[in-house]
């Protein structure tokens, strides 16, 4: 008898190993080690995996035809796949119907209409207004610059929303900051990204906004070597630290959340498909507390910035989404 009970317990936990809830994050062709947008992914799928017990993996992408069958392979052993980045979104609308029991979470993407999608797309716009306020406020030259990727509708709302932030500092001191923009098409090219911002930088720009995920490390370096006077803006995560004292600030999105919360709901079979928008009003969207650089923002500028937090989550400031909104923007708040 005691034979049989301890074989059947055997059985039982061995079935429960077996059967471990697992979540396969893919990334896009930026990759794990982009100290942004895979990165910041990543740490709420570890978040997730520590908190609730369950395994985790990721597979890597190197170029836009590993998508189909990244996802794919994926979704053979997980009950939860990610899908990391607004260039994965087609390849995820091909293969979730493939797998209906699977839960699919997309980051950066929009509406799909599948049920057993859901995607998280952010209001990157307002991170990019207070960056952009904050760079206009600090630059000692009059312009400030904007190095992206691959021009796609997430970085193009950052850089609106940079942009924008500018213009209200303008508009608010009178003042004439300028702003230059350049994309380097890709998001995996560190020199590129250094080569535009040097450019920038002899063109006058002394503060540049990156955008540009992998690619942005470049901006970074550009930065270091440049010498005193010259500051970078992080993006996503809190970039900050990459070179102490000289990234002013970071506009920061919390991808690490939504992944977490994905992957929560459908650990615990609350997982349901559709768009999750995230912005300021919802802890989605913020800016980084500045830890080397805030003594040297003036107080009135903090408090400006507080003043636009606010009013941005109350609805007295709408911040520009688009071009034509961008055209048409009069601060009031």
């Known amino acids: 008898m005691k034979k049989i009970l301890l074989l059947s317990l055997s059985v039982l936990l061995l079935s429960v190993c077996t059967f471990a809830f697992q979540v396969t994050m893919v990334t896009d062709s930026g990759g794990l080690g982009d100290q942004s947008f895979n990165d910041g992914t990543w740490a709420g799928v570890e978040k997730a995996a520590t908190e609730l017990g369950i395994e985790s993996r990721v597979i890597q992408s190197?170029?836009?035809?590993?998508?189909?069958?990244?996802?794919?392979?994926?979704?053979?052993?997980?009950?939860?796949?990610?899908?990391?980045?607004y260039m994965l979104e087609e390849a995820l609308k091909a293969v979730a119907p493939q797998y209906p029991d699977t839960d699919f979470i997309g980051i950066d993407m929009g509406e799909l209409g599948q049920p057993n999608i859901r995607t998280y797309s952010f209001k990157e716009q307002e991170g990019g207004f207070l960056a952009g306020f904050i760079g206009a406020a600090m630059t000692n030259t009059g312009i400030i610059s904007v190095v992206g990727g691959i021009p796609i509708a997430p970085v193009q709302r950052y850089e609106i929303g940079y942009r924008a932030g500018a213009s209200a500092y303008n508009q608010i001191h009178d003042a004439d900051v300028q702003v230059l923009v350049g994309y380097v098409q890709s998001f995996i090219d560190v020199q590129?990204?250094?080569?535009?911002?040097?450019?920038?930088?002899?063109?006058?720009?002394?503060?540049?906004?990156?955008?540009?995920?992998?690619?942005?490390?470049?901006?970074?370096?550009?930065?270091?070597?440049?010498?005193?006077?010259?500051?970078?803006?992080?993006?996503?995560?809190?970039?900050?630290?990459?070179?102490?004292?000289?990234?002013?600030?970071?506009?920061?999105?919390?991808?690490?959340?939504?992944?977490?919360?994905?992957?929560?709901?459908?650990?615990?079979?609350?997982?349901?498909?559709?768009?999750?928008?995230?912005?300021?009003?919802?802890?989605?969207?913020?800016?980084?507390?500045?830890?080397?650089?805030?003594?040297?923002?003036?107080?009135?500028?903090?408090?400006?910035?507080?003043?636009?937090?606010?009013?941005?989550?109350?609805?007295?400031?709408?911040?520009?989404?688009?071009?034509?909104?961008?055209?048409?923007?009069?601060?009031?708040?």
Do not use: W
């Open 62 to 85: 190197h170029e836009q035809s590993d998508f189909v069958p990244n996802l794919s392979q994926a979704a053979q052993n997980s009950e939860c796949v990610i899908a990391v980045g």
């Open 192 to 333: 590129k990204g250094k080569t535009m911002t040097v450019s920038q930088q002899s063109q006058g720009a002394d503060i540049t906004f990156q955008i540009a995920g992998l690619s942005g490390l470049g901006v970074f370096e550009a930065v270091k070597s440049a010498g005193e006077g010259y500051y970078a803006i992080g993006a996503d995560m809190d970039q900050d630290y990459l070179v102490e004292g000289r990234v002013l600030c970071s506009a920061l999105k919390r991808i690490d959340n939504a992944a977490y919360y994905g992957i929560k709901d459908s650990y615990e079979d609350f997982f349901s498909g559709g768009l999750v928008t995230l912005g300021l009003v919802e802890d989605g969207i913020g800016i980084s507390p500045m830890t080397y650089t805030r003594d040297k923002v003036p107080e009135h500028i903090l408090l400006e910035i507080s003043g636009i937090v606010y009013s941005a989550k109350t609805g007295v400031l709408k911040i520009p989404e688009t071009e034509e909104e961008l055209e048409r923007f009069v601060v009031k708040f």
